[in-house]
């Protein structure tokens, strides 16, 4: 994988995971009514839900590339239109409060599990994600050694912010996080990468 691509796919999944949802509720909320260290168990869920979805994008974009690179393509295209819809949804929903999802699960581990499984980024938006930054001219394994601990290193961070934006400031944190123009920022973000990498060509290896 090229710095290029690997810079531009680390910038993407910067926006991917710092946008406001489900998980950054449950973070925040965790961090106010726990504390930093004792909400750290949620992090680790949503982590643990992230390398599985990565896998299953990886298993998936594979599978695409095995089969043609027609159907890559396409499947390209498809990915690019939903980053473009959750962009739009953004912007749409920007104006509404998120709530934390009313899941039974015993622990903050699996309440946080089950929340990130249910989140609307779910494989749909990992797979999405990767078949934009993936080279069909490069193997796979070679691309998932850069991939997959940016994406697991950039989510860990950003959920880690979260929980320490709870633990710190409190219910200050959610009007900062959840402003009406950061979350619409967020979503033109969304939509841009969405339109520029569904019309780009793969980038090549060097």
């Not at 909320?29 to 990565?54: C, D, E, H, Y």
């Not at 959840?178 to 979503?187: D, T």
Request: proline share 4%.
């Amino acid at each position: 994988m090229t710095f290029e691509a690997w810079s531009i796919f680390a910038l993407f999944w910067v926006v991917f995971v710092t946008t406001p949802g489900p998980n950054a509720v449950n973070c925040i909320s965790n961090g106010m009514t726990r504390g930093f260290v004792r909400s750290l168990p949620a992090v680790a869920a949503i982590l643990t839900q992230a390398s599985l979805f990565l896998a299953l994008s990886a298993f998936g974009v594979t599978a695409l590339l095995a089969a043609s690179e027609t159907a890559f393509s396409v499947a390209k295209l498809i990915g690019a239109g939903f980053l473009i819809y959750l962009g739009v949804r953004g912007w749409i929903t920007a104006t509404r409060p998120v709530v934390e999802k009313d899941v039974q699960a015993g622990s903050i581990y699996w309440r946080a599990l089950a929340i990130a499984v249910i989140n609307p980024k779910s494989v749909a938006g990992y797979l999405a994600a990767f078949s934009q930054f993936v080279q069909p001219n490069v193997p796979i394994d070679a691309q998932m050694w850069a991939i997959v601990p940016t994406a697991l290193t950039l989510t860990a961070c950003s959920y880690l912010t979260y929980t320490a934006l709870g633990a710190g400031l409190g219910r200050a944190a959610m009007g900062a996080v959840f402003n009406v123009w950061f979350r619409r920022v967020m979503a033109v973000c969304f939509i841009v990468y969405g339109v520029l990498l569904g019309t780009s060509q793969p980038v090549r290896s060097a």
